[in-house]
């Protein structure tokens, strides 16, 4: 089997952390050569049921589209933290808001590689908009994972957000961009 | 030369209804059919055909059901409750012969079941749901690219037929976001409905000298215009109620054998690794993919397994399904019910080779663990393949 | 006034009518022939759809576009014709069991929508084909089939429904009184939107033999008693007015858009735009707005051996 990489975005309803594994799928499809397919789940609860996407980028056919190994873990929940990381790979990279997700087991991160950032605030105050935290995550995954080249990620980004957003998105995707390569180099957050 | 686009299976069905000419559609909101009329509220009125949401399900098809017999490619889209209301007018257009496609995601049930959840148990609703004899077509995709080529195909049967034909998809398939290719209308073979081949004062709708009487569009592009009667009783070749009963007789085996004297033309399936397989899985729609990851593991332990994939799920591969019993050992059969396609196929194998089945109907993928499993020892029965972990996900498992 | 010739709008082949002696079903049909004739209409361009029920029987006789459909599916079937073919006069005729007690969900949604259809809605107080049972706009204490010691549930108002739910015309007229009846099916037809005729028609054969009105002039009378035309209607009492049936033009509103109209608004709008099917729809697809697929992507995508129906690659 060739590449195959697994990625989970999951947070509750409302949150926008769907729509971040969504424009690393577009990416991977309308942007590089490789395969790519997102399954979302979520519950009859609009705003704050427990949701996720996963995302399966490989340069083969995906047939079956289950995710049984996930590499990439990104969410903005303790209740989706709970529930979703059992699927989760030895040494998978998860990436938290420690704002909201606050309890993670001492045995989680000696088995997983977890990243602390805190996402919502940054969004909110730093770059100046709320809804630009699933750019940021994107950037951040991005940076740290090297799963997609960031070019074309940008490109899938540029085409999904409006344009009177396009700048703010940028700044934050950048942004992101920077903090992962960051964490890439640095390594887990301590604790 | 088309597009590229990322969908799930739902908006994948929804484009290649616009790209195989549907020029009306009527719906109803159900979980999880959403983003079919969701992607054609968008389209059709790009294309300039009309869209509406009916006030239920019963109206939505009864609307298709007057567009189609005016002479318009027609589409509804419901899962299992809806479906169930639906049926009455399904049987109306059986017995009318009128062209209509309607697509099915699948859920749990009975009653309200489970909305959110994947699930194969419409099959025999979409056998059986309306009374009377009546045959019909179900076309099983089992990815969106194929359910964009299976909806194309879909509407051709409906018009070439003048029958109901059903997508049957499922809430697995509705959420899979893939990579998928859209042709352009003049890329893909569009079969039109039979234009009459007589003059409107000569025509009959269901005239005794076809196989499949040709349905006349009321207002051909020539200026020409069809008057006719059509009942939902049982009529005669004018269209007009009758209670003669060679005339009755006539037309329910009319309905058969017009699709059963062109089963050939109707079905459709996919052999995979059965060259030299000893068991054989039957599989269709989304769990044919967990089956084929299954039977690759099986392979590289050695184990001689093949698939066996109707996409035509109604009529029944009869031919194909009794030729197994020459060609495997056994056949296992798996489906996310207690047992629906499996009653056709015990049936066609008369018992000759032992039929062993993976069933389950959880509100859960079939994972392909389950069918190695089963392939590697087919007397053990299997359970819900999750760990506790797993469980507290659905808040229980206490 | 020209003599009509009712043989030009009828199957003939299919007479005498399959109603009852004393029916008001053909008075209807003879008045809406008449309304039809005067307005000078191609009956190519006419289109009739019913359910089921003596009223529905009406299909059979038009010489029209006909569709006989299911029990309280006529107006459903006729919104998806009139949504295809706005240019056409689409008509329903139908029965109260059939339009206001199963159908009644259709009745109401199409009256909102406000839909260029035309309902002759034939009130006779019961399900006649069937045998006499009580319908939803049977009186209280009548009589009928399954109501032996007279029905126990309060009746609909047809009419007041169809105002409540947005209906554009609404007129109500009496079989005896075929003129009026005429020109209210006439003007219902020319209205551009939901039009509904309510007629009360009298049933002698279910209706009338178990009320001692069996005699169809006696049931005639009976019902034209009940009839108060709007004008005087309105110097009435409620008291006055109790179990009276109101006749006349009751409602008309020529503002609210009608939904085929409003759907051509929505189309010009969604193919002003850029998308993909408004340029495929109005000629402004580019040739280098189409990917070009390889049979190997595509076999990528699809990786089965099975036939597709693309004309290039039926076989990938």
Redesign the interface.
Known sequence: MGYRYELRFGGVGGQGSLTAGTMIAEAAVFHTKYYATQVPTYTSQVRGGKAKADIIISDEPITFSETTNVDFFMTTHQSVYDAYRGDLKEGAIILVDPALVKNIPDEDRKKYKVYEYPLIYTAKHEIGNVVTMNVLAVGVCIGLTHVLDKEAVREAIKDRVPPAFLDLNMKAYDLGLEVGEKFRKEGPTKK | MGRIAFLDANAAVAEAAVIAGCGFYAGYPITPSSEVPETLAKIMPERGVPFIMMEDEIASINACIGASASGVKAMTCTSGPGLSLKQEALGEACIMEIPLVLVDVMRGGPSTGLPTRPSQADIMQARWGTHGDHPIIAISPCNAQEAIFETIRAFNLAEKFRQPVYILTDGLLSHLHAKVYLPDPEEVEIVERAAPTVPPEEYYPFDYNYEIPPLAPWWTKDGKSYRYHMSSLNHDKTGFPTVVPPFIQWQEKRLISKIMNHIDEIEKFEYYKMDDAETCVIAYGSVAEAARVAIDEARKAGIKVGMFRPITIWPFAEKQIRDLREKVKRIIVVEMNLGQYILEVQRAVAEKIPIYGVLQAAGIPIRPIQILEKIKNPEKSVEICMTEEELKKFGGGE | MAKVNYANYL?ME?MPLYWCPGCGDGIVLKAYIEAIDELGWD???C?M?SG?GCAARV??YV????????HG?AI??????K???PD?HVFVFGGDGDIAHIGG??F??AARRNIDITVVFIDNWNYGMTGGQHSCTTPLGVRESTAPRGSYEPPIDAASAAIGAGATFVARAFAGDELRLKRYIKEGLVHHGFSIIDVLCPCPVNFGRRNKLGDPVKLMNYLKSLCVPKEKAEKMSPEELEGKYVTGILHVDDKKIELTDS?KN??A???A?D????R??TGRLK?ED????TRE??K?????????????WKKL
């Open positions: 199957r299919k009956k190519n361009d289109v759809t089921i299909t059979g010489d029209f576009h006909t569709l006989h459909t299911l599916r459903a079937t006729a919104v998806g014709i949504m295809c073919h056409k969900n259709h109401l949604h759907y929505l189309v709008k969604a193919q735009s998308e993909y099917w408004a495929y729809a040739e189409k990917y070009p697929i992507e595509l990528g995508l699809y990786p089965y051996d099975v036939e597709t129906p693309l004309k290039k």
